[in-house]
């Protein structure tokens, strides 16, 4: 009828409502009507912006833009800080190429998602935005993600809150002294950090005692990382240095988790993997596990590093170590001799390509519960084992040999032995089923480990998903950025792909 007036929303501007009358005009009245009527709704994430919408920052972005603009890439924000006002649960802010410095453009004071609403940080193109101003979260941030970034910011990041994932991102660098990390989790002064998840993401760079410290926290799931310990720390104490810590944190993972080739001088080096617990304060360390785990080419002269070590003044337990690769350290395995350490451990190969002049293969006298299990060790310049006992082992060309059900002497090497690649036993070989039960000896880690994206106690978490594993995930970009841009040249960086460096330590060539 004419005159009725009849109100719409309009389908290509969520938020805008037009009138009949407003129907009548140009399009371009409509255009204005609609940028008004968005800007007014996703301006500040309240309100209709609670719309799970799209927005931009580019370096060549103006912060002038409205909310409403720049969900359009051509009309972005300037900076990172002003993207994330724009964000409500369910958001996602895309962040153009380019290099994103000074406080305008650290990520910090961040936004929260909700359950099933994450908020999604992300690079338009993975690899092409680099951050150097930190990454310093709040103990209550949470449900964010973080994709496909190079954080390069010589202080660290802290990383805090709890259901937070992060997907490819470059962590590099670290400060050059005092007790701090390239990237740590969790804190002192909050007991609440919790269910966070990185997936396929690579850490490096001088600075900070450990590349990656979870203290803390707990129901952190470390999956698919690949970590290089590069110097430029020291102290005046002689606090230890590590890759991947997991101190006074309970029910954490670290799944196909790579760190090699931290054969540098270092200050104190202890180890590639390293596991402490100090005190039942602020947080216990239990209930820990490394599935499926790589530690190459670790050893620093300077100490006595291993590839994994329990360490600390308290008690731990129930940890599980299940198919690790501990090579060229000074020792595959230290159970700390201060505390009581429970641990169940199978499927484990350890040894040096060539035997140094100190090394054992399992070591330590703590009380505690142990189980070391389908052990290969070989060449160690002292021991196989020292303090400690296991079942099903093969020793070979080690200091001394020691005895136990189900022992092996003759070498492990080779076809028809089993040992041609370090992360895997060929079918068909003397090795594979030699273990208990008919299992194999050695470690088997040819699939990826945990569903993906999954955080600790979802279905498939810790699983084998049959996927494979090699060639590794996104090797091209690792060797980019952690050797090419980096200017590195040692270790698997004078190779000519990651998987081929691994599979080749023993010299047999690449299967993949």
């Known amino acids: 009828m004419p005159g009725a007036r009849t109100t719409y929303e309009a389908d290509w501007c969520p938020g805008a409502r037009f009138s009949s009358v407003l129907l009548l005009p140009a399009i371009a009245g409509l255009l204005i009507a609609c940028v008004s009527s968005a800007s007014d709704a996703g301006g500040n994430g309240a309100g209709r912006g609670a719309v799970a919408n799209t927005y931009y920052v580019a370096p060549t972005g103006s912060n002038f833009n409205s909310c409403a603009a720049a969900r359009n890439a051509l009309t972005p924000k300037k900076t990172i800080q002003a993207g994330l006002g724009c964000l409500a649960p369910g958001s996602t802010l895309i962040i153009r190429d380019g290099i994103y410095s000074g406080s305008a453009n650290a990520l910090g004071g961040l936004p929260n998602g909700s359950p099933g609403r994450y ?53 590099k660098g670290g400060c050059a002294s005092g007790n701090c990390a390239n990237t740590g989790v969790g804190t002192n002064d909050f007991n609440d950090t919790a269910d966070i998840l990185f997936e396929d993401n690579w850490w490096h760079g001088a600075g900070g005692r450990y590349n990656l410290l979870v203290y803390n926290a707990n129901r952190v799931v470390v999956r698919r990382a690949v970590i290089r310990h590069d110097g430029g720390w020291t102290d005046t104490k002689g606090d230890p240095e590590a890759g991947l810590n997991f101190y006074n944190s309970t029910d954490c993972s670290a799944q196909n988790v790579i760190i090699l080739d931290s054969n540098l001088a270092y200050h104190t080096w202890q180890s590639a993997f390293y596991s402490v617990h100090m005190s039942d304060s602020p947080n216990a360390n239990t209930d820990n596990s490394w599935l499926g ?47 009581s350490v429970g641990v169940t451990a199978s499927g484990l190969t350890i040894g040096q390509t060539r ?121 091209a970009r690792i060797m980019k950025e952690m050797c090419t841009d980096a200017h590195i040249t040692r270790g698997f960086c004078s190779d000519t792909s990651l998987t081929h460096y691994i599979m080749n330590y023993l010299g047999n060539g690449n299967p993949y």
């Open 355 to 475: 035997r140094g002049n100190i090394g054992v293969g399992i070591q330590g006298r703590s009380r505690g519960v142990k189980a070391f299990t389908n052990v290969i060790i070989a060449n160690m310049a002292d021991a196989d084992l020292s303090g400690v006992s296991a079942t099903f082992f093969n020793t070979f060309n080690n200091g001394s040999t020691s005895s136990g059900t189900g022992r092996l002497t003759s070498s492990p090497f080779g076809t028809r032995a089993g040992l041609m690649y370090l992360p895997r036993i060929e079918a068909g070989s003397a090795l594979k089923t030699a273990g208990s039960g008919g299992s194999q000896i050695g470690a088997q880690i040819v699939n990826r480990i945990g569903a993906a994206g999954t955080l600790r106690g979802e279905t498939g978490w810790d699983g084998d998903t049959g996927a494979p594993l090699w060639p590794f995930p996104n090797e």
């Open 119 to 171: 908020i999604t940080i992300k690079a338009q193109n993975e690899g092409k935005v680099i951050i150097t101003d930190g990454l310093d979260m709040a103990h209550t941030n949470a449900y964010l993600i973080f994709q496909g970034l190079r954080f390069q910011d010589s202080g660290g990041r802290a990383i805090l809150g709890n259901h937070l994932k992060f997907f490819r991102n470059e962590f």
């Open 293 to 339: 785990i790589i530690a190459l080419n670790n050893a620093s002269p300077k100490s006595d590093g291993a590839g994994l070590r329990f360490d600390g003044n308290a008690s731990q337990s129930n940890h599980v170590v299940k198919d690790a690769v501990l090579w060229d350290a000074f020792s595959g395995m230290n159970v700390s001799y201060h505390s």
